[in-house]
């Protein structure tokens, strides 16, 4: 049995290897680099999204299942954004995966899309984005405050008047200062298309993306191959990754549709450094 006196002795130990380790954090989180990130893939056929993170209003109402035989694609997602679809500052209608954008790690994501052929144009719609995370380190956290910086996505691939873009930003602090890489990508809609990015993830201009629509790459060549050279972290904590629709906060007038299937993201190595 513990006397009293070596219970004291021992919490006072406890307590002070406590604030040693509080005291041991910097301002840079202790983050390892080239860590495998989840995999995964998902074709709806089990009519389910339990794996993902869920950014929408109601389910029943922004999500559903339909099928599309005549293009060899089964069970499909559809994602439907309303006019009273405002959650978390924004109009959203959005899938999230943690954990599948981490500092210096090598990943490839695919996924198939189609914009309804009923589609109203009008303003921007993320289709899928790499957002930030928080820097708890730092002093950031989701809520109550500090609030997390409200920035422009490091990286987004955007639709506007049935044009695709990609788009990035390296100011932490404002989602004013966005530019676009590479060339616009005209889209038909009721059409399917392929998306597929490799992307190497860092907070230095070692980091790059490579991405195609059908096989067709989106990013410029370098005299070299099709990888553009851009940090695309904002911090070591990594991003995380968002499909569906997003508008900021410009109010949709319509409902808008847009479908996605096979989503997969797999990590690669080994990293190759930049000639």
Partial sequence: MLKKGNTKIKTLFYSIGLLLLCMSCGEVPIIEPAQEVESFYENFEGKNTSQFHLLVNDSLKNLSYPSFLPNN?????KNTLNPDDFLNN????????YNCAKYKTVVAYSFSFMIDSNYADYDFNLICQWQDLPYYNQGEA???YPPLRTASPPLALVYADSVLDIKMNNDPNSNKKTFK???SYKVIKGVWYEFSAHVYWDDTDEAYIEIKINGNYMTPFNGTDYKFYNKNLYNRAGN????GQYRGKNKPEVATVVYFDNISIQSIYPYVSKP
Avoid: C, Q, S
């Fill in 73 to 77: 694609i089964n069970t499909a997602l």
């Fill in 142 to 144: 989701w809520e109550p």
């Fill in 90 to 97: 924004g109009y959203r209608t959005e899938l999230a995966m």
């Fill in 181 to 183: 890489v590479g060339d």
């Fill in 240 to 243: 995380y990754f968002k499909f």
